[in-house]
C-alpha cells in the first residue's frame, strides 16, 4: 500500500489549503481513508475521515471548517481546509481505517496504513 500525500505549505490565519492523497495498493473504494496530524512533541491527533458509503466524520476542532472528500476513480481522496488557525500547524498524514471502529478508534490500536505526511504551517 502506498499514500502519497500533497498539497501542504505555509498560509496566514484565516487562509486556507487542499490536502490530496493518492492512494495505491488497495481496494480504494472499499477503504475508509482520513487524515491525521502531529505537531512536534505532541501526539497524533486523528483529523477527518471518509468511509466507502461516503459518510464522513471530524475531529471536533475542525468541525466546520475542513471538508473531506473521496473520488473513487482516481483512488484520491481531498480535504479542504478552510479558516486555518495557527493551531492547525501540524505534519499531515493520510491514512487508512480498515477495522470495524470509527476513526476515534483506529487512533489508538494504530492505523492501517500511513503516507509520509505533507506539512502545514499557519502563521503571519
Known amino acids: 500500500v502506498q499514500l502519497v500525500e500533497s498539497g501542504g505549505g505555509s498560509v496566514q490565519p484565516g487562509g486556507s489549503l487542499t490536502l490530496s492523497c493518492v492512494a495505491s495498493?488497495?481496494?480504494?473504494?472499499?477503504?475508509?481513508i482520513g487524515w491525521a496530524r502531529q505537531v512536534p512533541g505532541k501526539g497524533l491527533a486523528w483529523v477527518s475521515g471518509i468511509y466507502s458509503d461516503g459518510n464522513t466524520y471530524y475531529a471536533d476542532f475542525v468541525k466546520g471548517r475542513f471538508t473531506i472528500s473521496r473520488d473513487n476513480a482516481r483512488s484520491t481522496m481531498t480535504m479542504q481546509m478552510d479558516d486555518l488557525k495557527p493551531e492547525d500547524t501540524a505534519v499531515y498524514y493520510c491514512?487508512?481505517?480498515?477495522?470495524?471502529?470509527?476513526?476515534?478508534?483506529?487512533?489508538?490500536?494504530?492505523?492501517?496504513?500511513w503516507g509520509k505526511g505533507t506539512q502545514v504551517t499557519v502563521s503571519s
Open positions: 495498493g488497495l481496494s480504494f473504494s472499499t477503504t475508509a
Open positions: 491514512v487508512t481505517n480498515k477495522g470495524y471502529g470509527g476513526f476515534d478508534e483506529a487512533l489508538y490500536r494504530g492505523f492501517d496504513d
